[in-house]
Antibody, heavy 116, light 107 residues
Framework: QVQVVQSGSELKKPGASVRVSCKAS????????INWVRQAPGQGLEWMGW????????TYAQGFTGRFVFSLDTSVNTAYLQINSLQTEDTALYYC?????????WGQGTLVAVSS | DIQMTQSPSSLSASIGDTVTITCRAS??????VAWYQHKPGQVPKPLIY???TLQSGVPSRFSGSASGPDFTLTISNLQPEDVATYYC?????????FGGGTKVEIK
């Protein structure tokens, strides 16, 4: 069965970097894109962008360029979200989700908390 | 980019009621809208894709429809377990913009 499992919660200081992993199983990894979605405290779902699992080409939504990096390791069916120069406003729950366009399988979410 | 305007932002209804949530697309997107249910502390659950096709296992009291730029999620016979925030999402092409969400509560 399809499973998408993310890495655990992170507590970071401002200015640091964090990498969130998203491991997929139960299907051919390169057949579906991996999307990233953010939910800030008290806010709705915000689509961050996607990565083409065939080519490794990332596409970022407006507001997620520069400090956000999507990457892959197809040898272990895993996608990564790295956030550099963390700011307190980056505190949020980050989800990865499989999908060609609609998102049919979601990871459990990774809480990234940024605090001095 | 195409915007998805979702309304209302919240609603309160009684058990057994029928509730309707609407999303309006700022440009033509055919039928390519998905709906998700998000309960606190849980993972967003896909409900509907292509405007009206239920995901496997979703109760039949959930339904979706499309009329021009307007997309509707209807919950018939509202149940306590339907308390959640519901989101639409455009799925015709990237970017996959979400609507602002509708919080559904029980009166």
């Amino acid at each position: 069965q399809v499973q998408v499992v993310q890495s655990g919660s992170e507590l970071k200081k401002p200015g640091a970097s964090v990498r969130v992993s998203c491991k997929a199983s139960g299907y051919t990894f390169t057949s579906y894109a991996i999307n990233w979605v953010r939910q800030a405290p008290g806010q709705g779902l915000e689509w961050m962008g996607w990565i083409n699992t065939n080519t490794g080409n990332p596409t970022y939504a407006q507001g997620f360029t520069g400090r956000f990096v999507f990457s892959l390791d197809t040898s272990v069916n895993t996608a990564y979200l790295q956030i550099n120069s963390l700011q307190t406003e980056d505190t949020a729950l980050y989800y990865c989700a499989r999908g060609k366009l609609d998102l049919d399988y979601w990871g459990q979410g990774t809480l990234v908390a940024v605090s001095s | 980019d195409i915007q998805m305007t979702q309304s209302p932002s919240s609603l309160s209804a009684s058990i057994g009621d029928t509730v309707t949530i609407t999303c309006r697309a700022s440009q033509y997107i055919n039928i390519y809208v998905a709906w998700y249910q998000h309960k606190p502390g849980q993972v967003p659950k896909p409900l509907i894709y292509a405007a009206s096709t239920l995901q496997s296992g979703v109760p039949s009291r959930f339904s979706g429809s499309a009329s021009g730029p307007d997309f509707t999620l209807t919950i018939s016979n509202l149940q306590p377990e339907d308390v959640a925030t519901y989101y639409c999402q455009k799925c015709n092409s990237y970017p996959l913009t979400f609507g602002g969400g509708t919080k559904v509560e029980i009166k």
